[in-house]
């Protein structure tokens, strides 16, 4: 899963930190099954729950998107993007480009940095109808102190799940592809598909924000996982 998600992709003004319902998609979301937040676990004695069942047509669509993603050992994951001073057609198109692998490979983000180019963008959508937001040199201006701990998988990480701790509420400032400053207050969900996305943005993956033994069984998991078609 990966950079999966999917939400307020309106990029909320409204600086409440409260905890916005925090959103999780309920059946929707365990279809998608992308990059990162699963943010309902699935019950671990329930194989089926884990793995579900995909249309033919949407698994074929979702695998052609992986096909695009950097995986884990590519070097570019590892690299800190550099800040975006041209918002040309070039940046819009590669957000639009971002935002349709992302829909494909049923994320709820993905970071520039996961499809190879060095910029600081990335794109999510946290809930399946919203529209997707993306965010350009964003800048993590304020994080609430009170953490938990939910499920990410990361659409760079096959086969990975593994609990992180983050801060709940975050205030974020950034640019849209227009330039235009925006501001975002999240939280819950959106707030850690922000912070999970910002982090690929430093070359920073979930693995270096979790136990030691959870790290040793998510490289247990990755070399087991099948070779991304
Ligand atoms: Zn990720």
Same mark, same amino acid.
């Given at each position: 899963?990966?950079?999966?998600?999917?939400?307020?992709?309106?990029?909320?003004?409204?600086?409440? $930190? =409260?905890?916005?319902?925090?959103?999780? &998609? +309920?059946? !929707? %979301?365990? #279809?998608? *099954? @992308?990059?990162?937040?699963? $943010? =309902?676990?699935?019950?671990?004695?329930? &194989? +089926?729950? !884990? %793995?579900? #069942?995909? *249309? @033919?047509?949407?698994?074929?669509?979702?695998?052609?998107?992986?096909?695009?993603?950097?995986?884990?050992?590519?070097?570019?994951?590892?690299?800190?993007?550099?800040?975006?001073?041209?918002?040309?057609?070039?940046?819009?198109?590669?957000?639009?480009?971002?935002?349709?692998?992302?829909?494909?490979?049923?994320?709820?983000?993905?970071?520039?940095?996961?499809?190879?180019?060095?910029?600081?963008?990335?794109?999510?959508?946290?809930?399946?109808?919203?529209?997707?937001?993306?965010?350009?040199?964003?800048?993590?201006?304020?994080?609430?102190?009170?953490?938990?701990?939910?499920?990410?998988?990361?659409?760079?990480?096959?086969?990975?799940?593994?609990?992180?701790?983050?801060?709940?509420?975050?205030?974020?400032?950034?640019?849209?592809?227009?330039?235009?400053?925006?501001?975002?207050?999240?939280?819950?969900?959106?707030?850690?598909?922000?912070?999970?996305?910002?982090?690929?943005?430093?070359?920073?993956?979930?693995?270096?924000?979790?136990?030691?033994?959870?790290?040793?069984?998510?490289?247990?998991?990755?070399?087991?996982?099948?070779?991304?078609?």
């Amino acid at each position: 899963m990966a950079d999966q998600a999917t939400d307020e992709a309106s990029l909320d003004t409204q600086a409440s $930190p =409260e905890p916005s319902t925090g959103a999780m &998609p +309920e059946a !929707e %979301e365990r #279809e998608r *099954d @992308p990059d990162e937040l699963d $943010p =309902e676990e699935p019950e671990l004695d329930d &194989p +089926e729950l !884990e %793995e579900p #069942e995909l *249309d @033919p047509e949407v698994a074929a669509r979702r695998a052609a998107a992986l096909a695009h993603v950097r995986k884990f050992g590519d070097p570019v994951l590892r690299t800190r993007a550099r800040p975006v001073d041209r918002f040309d057609d070039a940046l819009r198109e590669e957000i639009m480009r971002m935002g349709q692998l992302m829909n494909d490979a049923l994320g709820v983000g993905l970071a520039a940095t996961q499809v190879g180019v060095l910029n600081r963008v990335f794109v999510y959508r946290v809930q399946p109808d919203a529209v997707t937001a993306a965010l350009v040199n964003p800048e993590l201006e304020w994080v609430g102190d009170d953490e938990e701990i939910m499920e990410e998988g990361c659409l760079s990480l096959p086969d990975v799940h593994v609990d992180v701790e983050r801060p709940i509420h975050v205030r974020v400032r950034a640019s849209n592809e227009y330039g235009e400053p925006i501001m975002i207050e999240a939280s819950g969900l959106e707030a850690r598909v922000i912070q999970h996305e910002i982090d690929h943005l430093n070359g920073v993956l979930i693995l270096e924000r979790i136990s030691r033994q959870q790290r040793k069984e998510a490289m247990r998991a990755l070399r087991e996982a099948q070779p991304a078609a």
